[in-house]
């Protein structure tokens, strides 16, 4: 490369004109490596922040465009108990859970006794059964079903909800009566 003294005049021979300045090509590349890295960095932090939200709220990398289950059915507003077994007074309930609710949202059986839960998560993310004060858990996975078994000692109005965090603050609550009216 020719360098041009203060006062000189520029080359006028082809040769000189035609060759181009040197090119730094380890200069050029780890300039851009930094820019690629934080490239990168900015790429992977991203995708660790959707992993975790994912995660966090319960839904799994295969779950990603799967079918969400059964549809609930149009605003039933209580439901009885389905079956009674006659030799061990079972009773049973059928409910349905979606983000973030429980159909319907009042249940009531005869008496006090076992009670089963059958239990279908028609949501998208995990959800369960509980009763207030009550030892027992029905639990589904997104578009699955499950069981649960309660020894419901006495009549009364039980509060029920779902203990995944975050769930019963989203107002998935619902109303359990024991015998007629609920009892004392």
């Known amino acids: ?41 900015v790429a992977g932090l991203v995708g660790a922040v959707i992993i975790g939200f994912a995660y966090g709220t319960g839904m799994r990398p295969n779950m990603l ?16 108990a389905r079956t009674t077994d006659s030799r061990t007074e079972t009773q049973r309930l059928d409910v349905t859970a979606r983000e973030f609710a429980f159909t319907p949202a009042k249940f009531s059986i005869e008496k006090p006794g076992s009670l089963v839960v059958n239990f279908t998560n028609a949501g998208v ?6 009763i207030t004060g009550v030892t027992g858990r029905a639990y589904a996975l997104p578009a699955s079903k499950g069981t649960g078994t309660f020894d419901l000692t006495k009549p009364g109005t039980y509060a029920v909800m779902c203990s995944i965090p975050g769930h019963k603050e989203a107002g998935m609550v619902a109303t359990l009566v024991v015998g007629e009216e609920g009892g004392t």
């Open 65 to 80: 465009g799967s079918n969400p289950g059964p549809r609930m059915p149009a605003n039933p507003s209580q439901s009885t």
């Open 125 to 130: 993310v995990e959800h369960d059964f509980t």
């Open 1 to 41: 490369m020719t360098v041009l003294e203060p006062g000189a005049h520029p080359p006028t021979d082809l040769q000189t004109l035609a060759t181009p300045p040197l090119f730094n090509r380890e200069a050029a590349v780890s300039g851009m490596s930094g820019g690629v890295a934080a490239v990168l960095g």
